[in-house]
């Protein structure tokens, strides 16, 4: 497990916590559609962080092709219809460039700065001069709107419990996944980022902001300093 992660429930956990079960029972949110409005019609994607494919099979129908990367072997195991790689993310070089490399799940946000480096290194190795690095923040109350709970119209609730301080402006947050038939739980570590310090993150990367994709800014399209 990666350090101050963890998670509880029915079948295997990933080294961040998450439940590979609940994933595949997960519905499809409205990511592939913002996705498909920010590139080219058929472009070859980089997906950081796969899982399950939840993004990449709607992906997949949309027409454009993925390269799935997850760390996980247990998620990769659902992926169909990709091309899948192993990996951790930060030590991901393909030594080949993507019309667009996707940094989804808040991975940005992740507590130790060191990763989140390596992470938005990782996006600007894989991205073509030309193309761009689609990246989802925090909400701006993420860690404040607490507790809250959202009841899914399939039938199960997702609470996110706390957000817990734990020193050096990183945030130990709490989530609960309750199923009629089964519940699972996910402990991880957060780092709140400002708009200013999210896009002096991606400055130090070699990445300036192209635009937010979304009203609340939560989606992002980056480009190559320069591009």
Do not use: K, N
Request: charged residues 25%.
């Amino acid at each position: 497990m990666r350090a101050g992660h963890q998670g509880t429930g029915p079948g295997p956990i990933t080294p961040d916590g998450c439940a590979v079960q609940l994933y595949t029972r997960l519905p499809i949110g409205p990511e592939p559609d913002v996705i498909a409005s920010a590139v080219p019609a058929g472009a070859h994607l980089l997906e950081l962080g796969c899982g399950v494919g939840r993004m990449t099979h709607p992906l997949l129908e949309r027409g454009f092709r993925v390269t799935a990367v997850d760390e996980s072997p247990e998620m990769l195991e659902h992926v169909r219809g990709a091309r899948t790689v192993l990996s951790p993310i930060e030590d991901l070089d393909l030594g080949e460039t993507f019309d667009a490399v996707l940094l989804a799940s808040f991975l940005v946000h992740t507590g130790d700065a060191d990763v989140r480096r390596g992470l938005l290194r990782t996006c600007v190795r894989h991205v073509a001069e030309d193309g761009c690095v689609l990246i989802q923040r925090e909400g701006e109350d993420f860690h404040t709107d607490l507790p809250r709970e959202r009841v899914d119209p399939s039938g199960f609730t997702v609470r996110i419990v706390s957000s817990e301080p734990v020193g050096e402006g990183v945030r130990s947050v709490r989530a609960e996944y309750e199923f009629p038939d089964a519940t699972w739980t996910q402990t991880f570590r957060a780092r709140p980022l400002t708009r200013e310090q999210f896009e002096e993150a991606l400055g130090e990367a070699g990445l300036r902001v192209d635009r937010y994709l979304t009203e609340d800014r939560i989606w992002v399209r980056a480009v190559p300093m320069g591009g």
